[in-house]
């Protein structure tokens, strides 16, 4: 790896979002908190607990997965699609960097954000419901894998599109849905089938619960089987994001 290259990239990326926190950083906070205000408060004093856990706390872990998912898929492919557009990314293929480098450097900037922003929506949160973590080195690890994963496939879609009409479609009508269908806001104990069964079909219930059980210490569904999805797609979007930069797909004419 060129290590000048790649702290250099680094920190032009965190610097990126840096430069208007009204944007990256206010914005989903506040989005975040009137999730929590409206869902746990006004929602909460109808559905007291769910898994024996106070719906008001039961939520926090979704909302936090939320959060990151959004900040490190918006990161990258909101960085490489502009520079696709301005023509600079040329500057990066001809600089001496490797897939390696911008890979890890790309990756890292989006994983910081989400970070930054995940731990925010937290300290919000636990202002009403307590700073305890169960596990913190399970909840951290699996947040850090969470963003990764999302911060590789948002380079995926920035690759892939060619306008912003296509680089809007995946969150919108992909990973928006699958988030909120995806029990940061329920349990899929209380759906009956066949939504039940749709919703243990989506990908993104066991992220929430692999979070849940390092923040919460409890789970719907086997944190190790929310390990492993998200395992499966982190590789799968690593070896796709890997394979499009070293044939320069949609980024060489």
């Known amino acids: 790896m060129n290590a000048i290259g790649f702290r250099t990239l680094l920190v032009k990326e965190i610097r990126r979002f ?3 926190p009204g944007q990256t950083l206010a914005q989903p906070v506040v989005t975040t908190a009137l999730y929590f205000l409206v869902f746990g408060f006004a929602v909460g004093t109808r559905v007291r607990e769910i898994d024996g856990v106070p719906y008001v706390r039961f939520i926090v872990p979704g909302l936090i997965l939320l959060s990151l998912i959004q900040n490190a898929f918006l990161n990258t ?26 890979l890890a450097a790309f990756v890292l900037a989006a994983v910081v954000r989400g970070l930054m922003i995940g731990t925010i929506v937290w300290l919000i949160a636990a202002l009403f419901t307590g700073f305890a973590v169960a596990h913190p080195l399970w909840a951290l690890s699996f947040a850090v894998l969470v963003a990764a994963t999302f911060a590789l496939v948002g380079l995926a879609v920035s ?16 990973i928006t849905p699958m988030t909120f269908l995806g029990g940061v806001f329920f349990s899929p104990h209380m759906l009956s089938p ?7 079909a989506n990908p993104v219930l066991y992220m929430v619960e692999g979070l849940r059980y390092g ?22 979007s690593l070896a796709l994001t890997i394979w499009m930069l070293v044939t320069g797909y949609k980024l060489r004419s």
Do not use: C, Y
Not at 159 to 174: A, G, H, M, R, Y
């Open 18 to 20: 840096m430069k208007v």
């Open 77 to 102: 492919s909101s960085s490489l699609f502009i520079a696709k557009m301005q023509g600079t990314i040329v500057d990066l293929l001809v600089a001496p960097l490797g897939v390696a480098d911008l």
């Open 159 to 174: 690759i892939w599109s060619d306008k912003f009409e296509q680089l809007n479609l995946v969150p919108t009508f992909v």
């Open 194 to 200: 066949p939504w039940s069964t749709i919703t243990r």
């Open 215 to 236: 923040v919460l210490g409890t789970a719907s569904a086997s944190p190790w089987l929310g390990l492993s999805v998200t395992g499966g797609i982190f590789a799968a």
